[in-house]
């Protein structure tokens, strides 16, 4: 079937008019650009053939005596690539990269005739300085100041119309007819540019491609340029699900989650989550609540915590340390939310710090906290918000979000006061609380405040009862006796006696004990007495010495006498007159001697 002749004219008739239109309204007023260049990434560098094919394609042919050098670190592509030819003045340069998800390429070509000093430093380039991009910069420089670096031209060579400018660059350059050659601001280039920019999704995959052209010809220097370079950009936008596993008896479950557009190399980390497996209101156990310089243990409604109960409704829950000081207070609605104890973690300052200071975190009700008074300043500084230590509050307390505070005082929603040896800050949300040091600062003395419980009953003979420092001082100054005796009431005590001892001393003893701990010495029998006989025995000794020493101190008595008499009878001595006794028969007259 043949076409009449009025179709067939129709049909050229359509055709010149879409060239005419796209003539007249083809705003650059040049060829139509009918295709983009877009540079290849050459997989290898020793293959000089893909080189001077990417050379052929900028300057048509003679590629034959170019001189490359190329410089890569990969083994997958050739990332650098340069090539000349100084006959008559052309230059190649090529930079690739490939590198997770994006592909980059760009080639710079250039012709003119260059200054010595250029045309040195291009002939000079070493595998490294390729590797390093400086042929780019070299042909940047070559480019941007071609005033300097490139033979000028005759007065009859200066490029003054589009046109003129459009066929030097098109009897260099073949890869495609350019459009929109325009003189620039200084009049020194005549010059084009295209950027071609698209996007596309599939599924979940994002697709970006922006290829790009800049060419130009140089108005009174021979230097003409062409610069193209495209990019590719592909990921994929992960479509996440999350599942969670069954709460198991350690009362954690693992939160997982699932790209539904199944991206290569997309992963999400895991999670824990937590839940009540017994419905007791509590999850894990006191042993996982973390503790740093003290040892918490857990009371809710003024009872220490049992797994076994199950715990409801809005009830007062203490952490208390070793000390049996309430380090933290609050009120927790166990039926609106069980208290995770696994996330609960209280610090305090150890031993050697000059500073105390108190960080509570996985509580989110408001609440009381305790501050040992280290230095005694009087002033804390508050950071409501959860903290991980205690160098994340600033020393000077100056920093956005902190508060400092005197105490006792108040300052936005807090309150601070003093007892014995703590601060007691409350209406914190989060807690993060360190004292302030204060030079020459000297702290109070703390009085113990004794508080003590009622005495319990008499149990064996003996009552307690519990005392407390309301003041926390630390010390035991002043503190009652938590145990005393006592009697049990209408107790009757049945007394039972061991056997008496040996004598000892003239004594002997046993041991009497109450059989039913009345607590009382009532009817207590006797538990000690004296040996048998040893009364008598012991006065008949007194008797004897006291004769003894009676009869010693007669004796004494009456030789000291007969010593005080004996001169007296001495002096009384009369002389006698000496008698002669004569023999019988024979008279002689008596003489008497003086």
Request: glycine content about 10%; proline content about 4%.
């Amino acid at each position: 079937m043949f076409m009449k002749k009025g179709e067939i004219l129709g049909i050229v008739l359509i055709v010149v008019l879409v060239l005419g239109f796209v003539y007249f309204f083809n705003p650059s007023g040049g060829d139509v650009l009918l295709a983009p260049y877009v540079p290849p990434i050459l997989s290898n560098c020793s293959d000089e053939d893909a080189i001077k094919a990417v050379w052929d394609e900028a300057f048509g042919a003679g590629s034959s005596g170019i001189t490359i050098v190329t410089s890569t670190s990969s083994s997958q592509i050739c990332e650098h690539y340069f090539a000349y030819d100084l006959a008559d003045g052309s230059f190649l340069g090529g930079v690739s990269s490939v590198s997770g998800s994006e592909n980059f390429t760009r080639i710079i070509a250039v012709r003119g005739m260059f200054s010595g000093a250029i045309t040195v430093g291009l002939k000079a380039l070493t595998s490294a300085q390729v590797g390093n991009n400086r042929h780019i910069d070299l042909l940047n420089l070559a480019v941007g100041e071609p005033l300097k670096n490139a033979e000028p031209r005759s007065v009859g060579d200066v490029i003054i119309f589009e046109q003129d400018a459009v066929d030097e660059f098109s009897s260099i350059f073949p890869m495609g007819n350019a459009s929109g050659f325009a003189n620039d601001s200084d009049a020194d280039y005549f010059e084009f540019s295209y950027f071609s920019p698209d996007e596309t999704v599939v599924g979940g995959w994002n697709f970006s491609t922006e290829i790009s052209m800049v060419g130009g010809v140089h108005v009174y220097n021979k230097t003409s340029y062409f610069v193209s370079s495209e990019t590719n950009e592909f990921f994929c936008t992960p479509n996440w699900t999350t599942h969670n596993t069954s709460c198991g008896t350690s009362e954690t479950f693992v939160i997982w989650h699932e790209d539904l557009n199944d991206c290569p190399g997309a992963s999400k980390a895991n999670e824990t989550g937590y839940c009540d497996y017994d419905g007791n209101g509590l999850i894990g156990t006191e042993s996982e609540i973390t503790d740093d310089h003290l040892d918490i243990e857990l009371y809710i409604d003024d009872d220490r915590v049992d797994s076994s109960e199950n715990y409801s409704g809005t009830e007062l829950v203490e952490l208390i340390d070793d000390d049996d000081v309430v380090r933290v207070e609050f009120d927790h609605d166990f039926s609106a939310e069980p208290l995770n104890l696994k996330l609960i973690e209280v610090k305090i300052q150890g031993s050697s710090s000059d500073f105390g200071y108190i960080i509570v975190s996985g509580i989110d009700d408001e609440k009381e906290v305790r501050v040992d008074r280290v230095a005694g300043s009087g002033e804390v500084c508050v950071e409501d918000k959860e903290i991980d230590d205690i160098g994340d509050i600033d020393e000077d307390c100056d920093t956005s979000g902190e508060y400092s505070l005197s105490c006792p005082g108040s300052k936005n929603s807090f309150d601070c006061s003093i007892s014995g040896g703590f601060y007691i800050v409350d209406d914190l949300d989060h807690s993060g609380v360190r004292e302030l040091l204060e030079d020459d600062y000297v702290p109070p003395i703390c009085i113990p405040d004794w508080s003590c419980s009622s005495w319990s009953d008499c149990v064996s003979g003996e009552k307690t009862q519990t005392c407390t420092d309301l003041n926390y001082c630390g010390n035991l100054t002043g503190k009652p006796d938590e145990t005393d005796t006592c009697v049990v009431p209408g107790c009757v005590p049945d007394w039972s006696c061991g056997d008496w001892g040996d004598c000892s001393g003239g004594e002997k003893t046993r041991t009497c004990s109450d059989l039913n701990n009345c607590g009382t010495a009532s009817g207590k029998p006797v538990q000690t007495k004296d040996c048998e006989g040893s009364s008598v025995w012991f006065i008949a000794g007194i008797i004897a010495a006291a004769i003894f020493i009676l009869g010693v101190v007669a004796l004494l008595v009456k030789l000291l006498w007969k010593e005080d008499e004996r001169p007296s009878r001495v002096q009384q001595q009369v002389v006698r007159p000496q008698v002669r006794r004569q023999p019988q028969g024979f008279y002689r007259k008596t003489h008497y001697l003086m």
